[in-house]
């Protein structure tokens, strides 16, 4: 049922992340960019055919299989892995939710619509790139310090069975 709730979450931020888009595609992308904060936040309409940051662009196919791949892959997880908590079904979500939407995006244009665009952070990005970004900086915190690691039991430094510290 876990796994049945998570696909519906990631459906919601796939329907989030298209309707965001159809909106920048329809308002945005007559005017361009549009400034929200001075100096610091600007909505700017791009064409993205690469990757992140525009890495490897026009490998849309590559780009499709991949993503194909690794959503395939987490939803197989989702059902089979036994020991989620909400730190990994969160991540799981986000990414799967994310890499989906920008998957519809390269399916239906070649392309991802990006419109983010911060000061600090030359690149532009858009919502699902956000999904897909903090959904794996929790898959890997997840990974790193709360999945069991022997045995179904966490080992730490008070454990005597540890060795000890």
Not at 71 to 81: E, N, P, S
Not at 102 to 125: A, E, K, T
Not at 126 to 148: E, K, P, Q, R
Request: aromatic share 14%.
């Amino acid at each position: 049922m876990t796994a049945v709730i998570s696909l519906l979450l990631a459906a919601v931020a796939v329907a989030a992340d298209q309707w965001i888009k159809w909106l920048v595609a329809t308002q945005l992308q007559p005017v361009g960019s549009v400034t929200v904060i001075p100096g610091f936040l600007d909505f700017t309409y791009l064409e993205n055919r690469g990757a992140a940051f525009g890495m490897l662009p026009d490998q849309r196919w590559f780009f499709i299989v991949v993503t194909g791949l690794i959503t395939l892959l987490l939803i197989a997880g989702l059902f089979v892995y036994k020991k989620h908590n909400w730190l990994s079904l969160t991540a799981s979500v986000l990414i799967i939710g994310g890499g989906i939407g920008n998957l519809i995006d390269r399916l239906l244009y070649g392309y991802v619509i990006d419109y983010i665009h911060v000061s600090f952070f030359p690149p532009i990005f858009n919502f699902a790139d956000c999904c897909v970004t903090v959904g794996t900086v929790l898959l890997m915190l997840y990974i790193l310090f709360f999945s069991d690691k022997k045995e179904g039991k966490r080992l730490t430094a008070k454990d005597p069975s540890s060795g000890g510290l």
